[in-house]
């Protein structure tokens, strides 16, 4: 038996699909039975790879007893987060507001014109967390919904006023100072871990845009306080258990304070942000080790987590079979059956005991110091390095035969991006073509399957919006979509897709020199201005797309940059690429909105700082001229610094200001900052030399 999430895509749907709950995807038809039955809605929302999400499916959803109790009195709807990002937000943000702490699954209880009345997450089978049953929940609220209407509707007002208060965006003010992004560093570094790394207590997340905040910080000021805080994370990442020392890549967080124990899921988004972290780190310290781990992630994604078409994966899940970490802990005897009389060694390596580190069994991960594991084996430098390789290798064979935890196989829009870009920064930093073509074939992917004839047609939007050169070339009159699963393709694609797309654009022009690239991003850059901006900065949703019970923003950073801080991260660069002054007005007018909150809540702001550090120090320009500068682009792309575009000269605009009076007979590079260029640099020597100097 099977209901109606049979016919939907997304993994994490179907997983529900044979549950003997009466689910809808959320849609007109759920909606409409609500408001004709007048029964009040009972929302779940999760994700393929959340483990209590399945843990509330096996307890309640799949209980025929429970399942009836939902039946009776509610119509019930089940959303995939990562599918519907708007609508999650609106109800995670009720869940905050009821001051609840928000997490998935998410559970909510709404009207039938779908206003919130009570909120919460996960519900056990039975009292416990100090929480009722999850049974003992619906009885109550399918009372309070007969015999209390009047509280109800009472109740679901105020919380519908209180997000709209909370969806109202910025205010205004001045354009913060360099001050604002120094005092959200200094606030950062107070809350870090000094001994683990990472920010104090457990769970412990990544954060990458956090420690962005803190590397800038470390970059502008040479305070060894910072770069130490976020070196000594990303070291501590790399040796715990978060990270998967088999096959790369790091799970989605640690349950613990030392990076130990994770809960196993993989998500796309953590692994592409932190590549360029521990590329910026390299480009610092010149350490090995950190280069190693970004290109390892990137192999990852492309043995693992990409598509025939080039496009990568949302996650893989933390479960297989029924249990949490199967498929990735090992026992002391497991080692020896695999490895023999190397099995010493790679306890050794790898933490492995005979009584486990954790439930018994052992986590891997890297716990004793090099030289240490140089003295017990008796192997030094590169010897020691090809073994454990070698090791690697071997347990990463007998692992893959292992019952595999389900992978999510959408493509979402925004992910994808952020990968190219990590693509794009693993190609600077090692000069691998795999990880170029990579990045230019995922880029052509998303323009062939996910940007389509525009099904909606510009009514009031283009009202409010800007009279727009002819630029965008084919692209213009297209609509970039959200996701991709199963063959279909789900939009209209939100605030952060534009953001995130658009600079992945960016990055591959920058790489190819070709102008198709650039036409994209400016008419994503026209999507933006004309469907996402309005009073009080960036909507998530555009103008024109399905009416919720309100239209949300999304401008407070989570594990991904908020959709506003990937926006203007976008826009701003395209105005390096285009000297559009109005790409800068757009940028500093989100930051004046937002300037109270840049200073009252860094942490959730740590991508609008970093636009913020680049709109007030300005870019660097490598602008590259003449054939056969590949030298010249490998010292641009080594050398340490921020917010460094390679530019091509022959692929500037005419009126570019890098462009005006210059040509080159021979590899040639010039280092511009402002309206002000160094002098022709012939060798890699010579621009050595002017990057350093500025």
Known sequence: ???????????????????????????????????????????????????????????????????????????????????????????????????????????????????????????????????????????????????????????????????????????????????????????????????????????????????????????????????????????????????????????????????????????????????????????RTRDPGLLSVATDVLDYLLREMCSPEGLFYAATDA??????????VWTLEQLVDVLGEDAELAAWAWDVSPSGNWEGKNILRRKLPWSELERRSGLKGEDLRAKLEVMRLRLRGVRDQRAQP????????????????ALVEGYLATGYPRFRDAAIRTTDSLLQLLVVEKTLQHGPEREQGVDTPQIGGEFVGRQLQHSLCGGQVKGPGLLDDHGAFGEALLRVAELTGEHRYLDAAFAVAMELEGRFWGEGGWYQTPRGAENLVLRPRDDHDSAVPSGTGLACSFLLRLYAHSGEGRYHQLVHDCLSLHSERLGS??????????????????WEEVVLGGEGTEALERVAAEMPGLDRLILRLEALAPEHPARQGRSAARPTAWVCRGHTCSLPAFTPADLRDCLVAT
Not at 319 to 328: H, K, W
Not at 406 to 421: E, G, M, P, Q
């Open 406 to 421: 389900l992978r999510d196989d959408k493509h979402l829009v925004s992910w994808n991006a952020l990968t190219v870009i």
């Open 601 to 618: 809540n860094p942490y959730g702001a740590g991508s609008l700082l970093s636009v913020l550090d680049t709109l007030r120090s300005g």
């Open 1 to 283: 038996m099977s209901n109606r999430l049979a016919a939907e895509k997304s993994p994490y749907l179907l997983q529900h699909a044979h549950n003997p709950v009466d689910w809808y995807p959320w849609g007109e038809e759920a909606l409409r039975r609500a408001k004709e039955e007048d029964k009040p809605i009972l929302l779940s929302v999760g994700y393929s790879a959340c483990h209590w999400c399945h843990v509330m499916e096996r307890e309640s959803f799949e209980d025929p007893a429970t399942a009836a109790l939902m039946n009776q009195g509610f119509v019930n709807i089940k959303v995939d987060r990562e599918e519907r990002p708007d609508i999650d937000n609106i109800y995670q943000s009720a869940v905050q507001l009821q001051r609840r702490s928000g997490g998935w699954p998410l559970t909510a209880f709404l009207t039938p014109d779908g206003r919130p009345f009570l909120t919460g997450t996960y519900f056990p089978d039975r009292p416990r967390h100090n929480l009722p049953s999850f049974s003992q929940l619906l009885a109550h609220v399918d009372r309070v919904w007969r015999e209390q209407r009047v509280e109800v509707e009472r109740s679901a007002g105020a919380i519908k006023d209180a997000l709209a208060e909370h969806f109202a965006g910025g205010e205004g003010g001045e354009l913060p100072g360099e001050e604002e992004v120094a005092a959200g560093a200094e606030f950062l570094l107070d809350r870090m871990d000094p001994v683990e790394g990472g920010f104090r207590g457990a769970p412990k997340f990544p954060s990458p845009t956090n420690l962005w905040t803190l590397w800038r910080r470390a970059e502008r000021s040479n305070d060894p306080r910072f770069s130490e805080a976020v070196l000594l994370t990303l070291r501590k990442m790399a040796a715990g258990g978060i990270y998967d020392h088999l096959a790369g890549g790091f799970h989605r967080y640690s349950t613990d304070a030392e990076w130990l124990v994770p809960h196993f899921e993989k998500m796309l988004y953590d692994n592409a942000l932190l590549v360029p972290l521990y590329v910026a780190a390299w480009r």
């Open 319 to 328: 479960d297989a079979e029924g249990e949490e970490g199967r498929s990735f």
